[in-house]
């Protein structure tokens, strides 16, 4: 018996809730903390948590690819909407999150996040967007391209979180845990400039085959999350902007790259119930 798309994507979707519902509950005792990082690569190493976590995101893997992509449409055309665009923006930061795991090991950081997959896991399969015909060749790359953006940005908000975590251990005269502060920033501002070249790209790729170029509210705030990157980066070189400074200019961004479409779309999808354009 072959399962339709619509009970596979629903069945990955729970299969994806519970794994990561229950690694979000599950406790921290029993896990490694202690190992040196070089040990955890093995996956006997592996603590309970993280293996629900891994299970969980390839559940959602496969719910994403149900979801976004219509297997039964005999034209390439896909599916977007705010839902399947935050539970995409989760998944790449769970990815990161799985990879720097092995020197980053914050049980509020694991549990946060853990939940935040399940909201977006049950967004998606409530709210799974609206088709979306290729216009153009060169739609499915910027549509790739926009959802990769949305990822890297949230792993630089990720980074500016365990930042801030650390800067208040320093103040308050703790040991560092996990990645010290300076590596932390960098890679904060290395997640920045990737998220901003990738944006950079979506917006070219964008007006090179919108006909005609709109200023509606997607590309308005599109435009002006770009402009409050640019000058976050032009304020790390030129003025040296970190800690509180960076993260209030990068959070600003973030919120106004995620009006541009979850917004929008949310605004279209939800509240006005119109189709998608």
């Known amino acids: 018996m072959i399962l339709s798309p619509t009970t596979l994507f629903t069945s990955a979707t729970f299969a994806a809730v519970g794994a990561y519902a229950l690694a979000a509950l599950w406790p921290q005792a029993g896990e490694p903390s202690d190992t040196p990082p070089a040990d955890r690569l093995g996956l006997k190493r592996w603590p309970p948590a993280l293996w629900l976590l891994?299970?969980?995101?390839?559940?959602?893997?496969?719910?994403?690819?149900?979801?976004?992509?219509?297997w039964q449409a005999g034209a390439p055309v896909a599916r977007f909407g705010f839902a399947p665009a935050l539970s995409f923006t989760v998944w790449m930061v769970l990815l990161i999150y799985a990879i720097e795991r092995l020197e980053v090991d914050s049980l509020a950081a694991r549990r946060s996040l853990a939940w935040l997959a399940?909201?977006?896991?049950?967004?998606?399969?409530?709210?799974?967007?609206?088709v979306h015909p290729s216009q153009h060749a060169l739609a499915p790359l910027h549509w790739v391209l926009g959802l990769s953006?949305?990822?890297?940005?949230?792993?630089?908000l990720l980074h500016?979180?365990?930042?801030?975590?650390?800067?208040?251990?320093?103040?308050q005269r703790l040991p560092p845990a996990g990645i010290p502060l300076l590596k932390l920033e960098s890679l904060t501002f290395r997640f920045v400039m990737a998220g901003f070249l990738v944006l950079s790209a979506t917006l070219l790729l964008g007006y090179a085959?919108?006909?005609?170029w709109r200023w509606d509210h997607k590309t308005v705030f599109s435009v002006l999350s770009w402009g409050v990157f640019s000058t976050l980066l032009l304020g790390r070189h030129w003025m040296g902007w970190r800690g509180r400074t960076a993260t209030l200019w990068l959070s600003a961004g973030s919120v106004l790259l995620l009006l541009s479409y979850v917004g929008?779309?949310?605004?279209?999808?939800?509240?006005?119930?119109?189709?998608a354009a």
């Not at 365990?162 to 208040?168: D, G, I, S, T």
């Not at 085959?209 to 005609?212: E, G, R, V």
């Not at 929008?264 to 189709?275: A, G, I």
């Open 209 to 212: 085959f919108a006909s005609p």
């Open 160 to 171: 500016a979180a365990f930042m801030r975590r650390a800067e208040k251990r320093l103040k």
């Open 264 to 275: 929008s779309r949310f605004v279209l999808e939800v509240l006005l119930h119109r189709p």
């Open 118 to 130: 399940v909201a977006s896991c049950v967004l998606a399969w409530l709210f799974p967007g609206q």
């Open 54 to 70: 891994a299970a969980g995101w390839m559940a959602q893997s496969l719910a994403i690819a149900l979801d976004v992509l219509d």
């Open 149 to 156: 953006s949305y990822g890297l940005f949230g792993a630089a």
